[in-house]
């Protein structure tokens, strides 16, 4: 959803939420370890680290024992001016006995103290949040109590100077002033190493590392004009405080965002005895996930350091070691842990990650989560579950995120060779896939090298219509300007085409034909390689192959050689057991239409017309078209086009057998088919025989201030009727053609007009299209099946579409327009601001990727409802790029529409999606 | 409204209308003379015409006898494939029976037969329409009953060949093949006065008659293959099925479109006996008015003419008298025709533009309507027929189009000293008025004109926003391109300057300095004088003077000095007596301000704040701030800017003494701020000491695709909060020095955040106007009265208005925008297809001009909805250029807002609009 959808709610009922329960009555501290009282239903309010921690505590595995914060606190603390419910404290300080009573150590005694963690727990784990503080409970008391009961003075002085840096970093703030300044603690460290004459942090004592606590201290002192704690309960406060100012700091903001987390949430605080990993040889800990989150194969994967604290592991200061190795060096904990991996994938059905700590031999778990996995990985593991009987298919279908199941289907770097290759900069990805070649910069020289045999990978600063057969003939596009809605990231997706665009870091510079990255300097016809799932771009060559389901779809793989096509293929069949929604593609060539019907397409719910217009002689007759001052001139160069359009059509009805075929009539304003540069225009003037000015004073005439608002769509088939005709007549003739072959060819056309705002438009337009209809069928003395429809796009459109379902037969609801008219937002020219607004949180999601449900959603519905009310079982489809996004495509599920139409490679996505709209939707029974 | 009203109609309710009642039960055919079945108010059933013959028989005045086929059979008609009701004929000729015994005279009879004229009658007089046909009746045998009776061989003849000439060009389709070809019965008469060597037509004898109808029926017959209808019956129903074609060719259609009359109304058709006004010296015909449509003043006015049928009057053949005339011809019809006069005028209460033909001194009444007349003539017939107590001021404020009002305040040319000069070409009148000046091409010869104390009339291909001085100075601006909605034409209305637009026959060179048309050359400093009522261009100085009204609220004139400003103040009463909607203006300027007040304004609804960055140094300042690269230096150059735009606030809160001011923030692109062209940038990159380049990157950063979907309104302020602050900043402090003034001046300040689409946005921007004033406040001590609101111009503002009225404290619709994206149109670029929308009926109305109220009013609904549902008793106005459209001012009456606001010289008409929108509800009790 485009905006955060708790502000709807906001709205809509202000009281009964049950966060208004008076505080009095909530209970704000749940126990784990003996006494527990959460599961992991609990995650909204104990947030997930908590709610499992409670789970793993409730299943008997060794959980240390503590207390979670709910995210009520968080919520109270943020609407009540950063204070807490007065009945907290109380609380905490009854759970932290009940820690002390199990452990059996008191927190803050000076002679053998209970120390604590302190972590902070979103619903779904968030990058940027306040991480962990260790060791809390030291202060210059209890660290000698902890030196005597441990016998290790210089652990317990390492453990509260590590506590001293933790909470002087995050709590109480003391970091880098600038980029330029290193991390003050570290810093102070390095000098007292420097001062001791050592390389090494071991090899300070316990007596240096006193004098780094007076350091760290005095640094406390000097930047915040306070004092390190030594207090416990303060310590608690601070840290407690610290994990609820971090849910609003600038990283975790960017991460909901992005992820479209809703602020409201909140983070819970888990407070948990502390074990220690870093107690000797016997001691260790690890993360472990219960099966390969890269792969998703069902293998032990994980790794652990032994003598260390859990940081340490995910600092990356000292090498891991694989999990397998715990097998030799710690058998009996390898043994045990192998125990509690299969006992939390037969508890939570799903892939875990966990971490776990071994102290001086005894296995503690500190979290279980489900682990974040590729999309192959997602898949794989979903399937296998089935298979394994953990989950049925019901739920892999809900487990896997409908985009994963693309990863399936892009070509794929070999991993090797891209290890060898220098990465030179990283753009966005923009079009999934691998793709290497050789390095050009215009259209021409990109269908030159394939002549030649050659790969290439075209690259331009940004894409026009004009680079269109260029990118065709491509193995990939890069441009250094322009988002993820750009002409060559729009053109890539719907190809296929692998894209990585806007790499501001490349210069391309046309004269010298060279792409450079700072002092790297590439030239015309060098190898370049660009990854554009990643985003990554390669100096040189790095090998690609098509993934095994495409080799499989095209018959040069049998299904049974590919594990990787069964997969897809036990997806889509459930997939599709589920769905209601009709899945159509927008495809534009009998090509593409094939590649659409092989990956589960039922139809073309967008066929566009200007494309058809770029090839070879054809742009010339459109240009003739244009430049016709009259009517009469206008007829003869359409007469010109007829064959090619004919041709293309027949192609299509061929290609689609019987299946519907939505095809939209002429839509973008005249001028995109008319060159730019003057070059190219005098070009053009010499070879259509009139001079530069006639082709100058056209094209300014055609200029536009606004051209998504200008003279097209159904706009033009109003002014030119006969552009119009020769459509409609190319559309019937081809029909006709397929259904007197001698094997007939099953025709379902459905005629779009685009643009329509008013109902007049469209019967303007329909009665054009009939009349052409009646003479060829009369001619052709056949019975053509056909449908008259349009594309809600406009406002207008949607609010008055019981006017226009007098006439159409159909609403396909081109939401890409629909977007930017009902938001006053130029897809090309929102860079500039969109950005920011997701920082700002005021557009959390790009309404051009997911649909704007609360604004543009409105207008959606308000077209079904208004559309249906005027004819009953209108088809209703919708054809814009949000087709192919699962959670619009749940959107539309919900708004009663009969199909999605999407690019062909987002055809599993979308009836994947489909699926889980269906079983997402509330009252739906859910599997296991 | 911008489509038909009945289209909607027919989607909501489509059974019930009289229409649809059995045809069988239906009277179809009207009697009128002795018997009269109809009045006056049966205008739908029997058109203008028809209702008003039955109303004048009915009141005794002398009307031949005839009757009216209704409306009903022309919808029947054209619903049942171009068939007559079964019952129609039956019907007819029951009512020819009763003429025929009124009269005493027989349809068809050979030797004295009854003859009948046939015209159209819609429900409003409709040019394009099938006129008249005469003497219908006539044919080979009656002609000589005829010729025998009024001994009149010639007289009867020349009825005869007029008769067919009328009946073969208008029933039979006679008419000119090209334009290239006379009218053909015209030729034939040529030709026949060629073979008869005479000069006039009245030379010609009886039997050249004779011979002149045999070649009339031989050209029908070659050109249509049918011969001339001797059957009386046949003519009759020939002539009335070509009223009914009528109703549906070209001119009709274009005249529908342009006056919003839906094609469902359907014409009349009626059938009256023939009186001759060419019997003799005793005869005659004319047209007269009960008062002088041109002025208003209560005189007879008119004309006629002796021994002639009604064409020859309109024709213009001869050279008709003026009424008064007829006094000393006929001095006994003169004496009736004062009566009907009078009698007419106490009837119809309204004044009366009136047929009558005089056959052999019996004065017979053949048509009676009210007239048309000047915007001027309407008030003062209005005000007039008050003071004579004919009606009350109810029906006064209804009579007189909203329009009309400014008629009173334009400047006008002498009237003399314009028939004198040349008229040199036409383009669209886009700003009311006169103007004379000398040429310029350039804003700055326009200021230096003024400077040297000449007028100066600024001549522009077309104007941009770097024009805006030379506009101001200027007394009229002119236009080769661009259309009523041009910037010069939205600018000229906003500053009530006189402008003519997109005058295409004139070249303007800005090289050789001329402006030429054909070959008329004039050159830079000239005399040229335009008028922006009607789209003339002289070639010449002509004399102009502002209105008496402006003149006496200048305090130039006293106001009993001026008839016209007491008619204005009166109406002006009448209308706020009767209102319920605010009347407020869109000002930039305290001149503005100042104006609309005089004009009777209540606040500013629209302060738009970027004009103000153009003056002098503050363009350097404002382009500063554009390059700034960071928000350093951005900050330093809006500090430059503060003092002019608080002294901007300043005069204009001085100015408005208290009343309400609405100050939108900046909100148009940046770009627009920026020079076009390489010499200005260059000059500007001096000035600012940065490089060209630097200049033009910026620039080329700043271009957008859609520049009205793109980086503009709140979206700045957005990006850029510190130019919200300074702007904030600016008014606040304006503010606190009126407040703080000695003799302290009120202020009522609404800050309004443009181009709200999220409430998050308007939330955004709230937080730092708050901020800014609270800042204020505290340090000028004092307690500044201020809302903040936001302007819904974008479909998602309005469809999300719950959720922004959580913050906003008031709406104003910028239904200009609204309607760009809500129609998906750009109003720059609508001018290459909406003149055709209107002449296929499409659109019928520029939605731009008056508002889509099937369309964006539903947007304007919802939101008003919704906004009031989240917040009770939310300020509602608009300020987009429709709050100065009487038909969109009822509906936003209708739509239940607070104010209109429109431009200064609009306020009158807003007003009195305002008035009319109560007296026309459903329901309201009628004047007269």
Redesign the interface.
Known sequence: MA?KPT??KR?AKKVATSRKRSSAQQKFVYDFGEKTDGDSSMRALLGGKGANLAEMARIGLPVPPGFTITTEVCTYYYENKLKYPPTLDADIRTSVKRVEKQIGLNFGDPGDPLLFSVRSGARDSMPGMMDTILNLGLNDQTVQGLAKKTGNERFAYDCYRRFIQMYGDVVMGVQPRSEMEHEPFDHAMEQLKKDRSVQDDTQLTADDLKELIQRFKKLIKQRTNQSFPQDVYEQLYGSIGAVFSSWHNPRAKVYRAKYNIPAEWGTAVNVQTMVFGNMGDTSGTGVAFTRDPATGEKVFYGEYLINAQGEDVVAGIRNPQPIAQLAEEMPQSFKELEVVRSKLERHFKDMQDFEFTIQEGKLYMLQTRNGKRTGLAAVRIAVEMVTERLINAKTAVQRIPADSISSLLVPIFDEAARVRTKTLATGLPAGPGAASGHITFTAKGAEDLVKQGKKAVLCRVETTPDDLRGMIASEGILTSRGGVSSHAALVARQMGKVCVCGASAVVIDYERRTLSVGKDVLKEGDFISIDGTTGEIFAGHVDTAPSEVTQVLEGQLKPAKSYTYEMFDKVMRWADRYRKLGVRTNADTPGQAKQAIALGAQGIGLCRTEHMFFEGDRIFYMRQMILATDEGDRRAALKKLLPFQRRDFNGIFKAMEGRPVTIRLLDPPLHEFLPHDSAARNAMAEKLGVSAETINERVNALH????????RGC?LG??YPEITEMQARAIFEAAAQCLTLKNKVPVNVEVMVP?V?????LS?QMAVIHRVADEVQKAKKVKINYLIGTMI????GA??A??IA?HAEFFSFGTN?LT???????R???G??LP??GE????TQNPFASI?Q???G??VEIAVEKGRS?RKGIKLGICGEHGGDPESIYFFHKAGLDYVSCSPPRVPVARLAAAQAVLREPGTPQGE
């Open positions: 905006t502000k709807k709205g536009e201030q606004n051209p998504m608002l200008g003279h706009r109003i002014s643009l705002g008013y109902a007049d438009e303007h796009e406009i406002p207008r609010l008055t019981d006017e007098e327009d930017q008219t009902a938001l006053g937002m130029s090309d020219d929102s500039g601001f920011q607004y700002l949180e005021i557009i704007d609360n604004g543009v409105q207008l005027a």
